[in-house]
């Protein structure tokens, strides 16, 4: 064997791979960490000196020597175009039942990736989030979807009627999804945090659903002073939920609440909760609006891929669906007896129309 392959041989042997490896750490230790969630040689090698002192109480020369032996066993290296490419062909798309919206996300909810939906009460947030805890056990037979739920709107009755809408077996489908009340805002960080052991248990595991992300956050952070904390804790929150997401390929969906802008003159005076932090963590942000008589308006306004666009849906008892079936007689006409670009051209005029309509409600 040549001198070079023998040393890097000998390199690869000396790599820690867990944390009680790292030079410094004996068992007492490792639980110190552990207990403030250093579990891991990526928790280690990311965090600064001065957070490993205080979590295990070893001095700051050893804290160094962890941390560059963590990141010295982390291939922390770069990864190519293509390889990411690859790691996309993984990437699952649940789908809500409207084409419209799937199609608004280029055929449905990602996983790897978090879903946030915004919109006033009432605006349908809470229903999409039944109808994908369904939808994901669609193509998978052992896929499971877990739901926090922070403001006592889970029905299973609801779920139920969707299932059936699916065709699908609703004991079954119900069986299948896990439901937990969150008290409060720690409640709910970790019981984000216990869905990392009901996969390491073996449950398959293909959605979370947090609905709603941020109510606990804002009832309980009142006023200037606590802001900082609140968005420090949602920042936290977020982070373990879009960690989840890549490294078990689950779908996040987030629901949101909006607040008034009182400053607004023109356009929307509505503005979602949580400000950047909310808005930086999700991939995908969707603005959900009333409109008449049980329609309702999804609108794309952030994503990494895809066009900010607009589109139409219904909420009805067993199905979220599109609002175009109205205008199927319409459209089966106009492409067959029409010219294509006055068939395109009504068609959009149309459409917009409709919105339009419910816009202005
Ligand atoms: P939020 O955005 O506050 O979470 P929801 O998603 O709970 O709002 O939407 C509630 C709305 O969903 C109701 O106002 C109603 O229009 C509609 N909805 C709820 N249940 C049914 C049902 N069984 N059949 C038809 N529409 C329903
Ligand atoms: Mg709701």
């Known amino acids: 064997m040549s001198k070079v392959k023998k040393m890097a041989k000998k390199t690869e042997e000396k790599k820690e791979s867990t944390v009680t490896d790292l030079p410094g750490v004996g068992a007492a230790t490792a639980e110190k960490l552990s207990a403030a969630g250093y579990d891991d040689l990526l928790s280690i090698a990311v965090s600064s000196i001065g957070q490993l002192v205080e979590a295990s109480g070893v001095s700051e020369v050893v804290a160094r020597k962890m941390i560059q032996a963590a990141r010295d066993g982390l291939d922390m290296g770069f990864q190519s175009g293509s390889d990411m490419l690859k790691k996309r062909d993984r990437i699952i798309k649940i789908k809500s039942g409207s084409e419209n919206i799937d199609n608004l ?36 037979p052992d896929a499971v979807a877990v739901y926090i739920d922070t403001e006592n709107t889970f029905r299973p009755e609801r779920i139920i009627q969707f299932a059936k809408g699916f065709d699908m077996d609703p004991d079954a489908v119900l069986e299948r999804i896990k439901v937990a009340r969150a008290f409060n805002s720690d409640h709910q960080m970790i019981l ?52 989840l997401a890549d490294k078990y390929n689950l779908c996040v969906y987030v629901t949101n609440q909006v607040m008034a802008k009182p400053d607004a003159f023109f356009g929307d005076p509505t503005e979602a909760i949580g400000g950047h932090i909310v808005g930086h963590n999700s991939t995908f942000r969707i603005y959900l609006r009333k409109g008449k008589k049980n329609t309702r308006v999804a609108k794309l306004v952030d994503s990494p891929n895809l066009p900010d666009a607009e589109c139409a849906f219904n909420v009805t008892e067993f199905k979220i669906e599109d609002i175009w079936i109205f205008f199927w007689f319409f459209d089966f006409f106009s492409r067959n007896f029409l010219n294509y670009t006055i068939y395109q051209y009504i068609w959009t005029w149309k459409c917009s129309d409709l919105i339009g309509e419910i816009k202005n409600e």
Request: proline fraction near 0%.
């Open 105 to 140: 996300l280029a055929g449905g909810f990602e996983t790897s990736a978090i879903t946030e939906c915004f919109g006033q009460y009432g605006s349908g947030k809470t229903q999409i989030g039944h109808v994908l805890a369904v939808s994901c056990q669609r193509d998978d």
């Open 192 to 243: 984000a945090e216990k869905v990392e052991d009901l996969i390491k248990e073996g449950v398959k595991v293909r959605l979370i659903i947090v609905d709603s992300l941020t109510a606990h956050f804002r009832a309980e952070f009142v006023g200037r002073g606590t802001l900082a904390e609140r968005q420090q804790k949602l920042n936290k929150h977020m982070h373990l939920l879009a960690m």
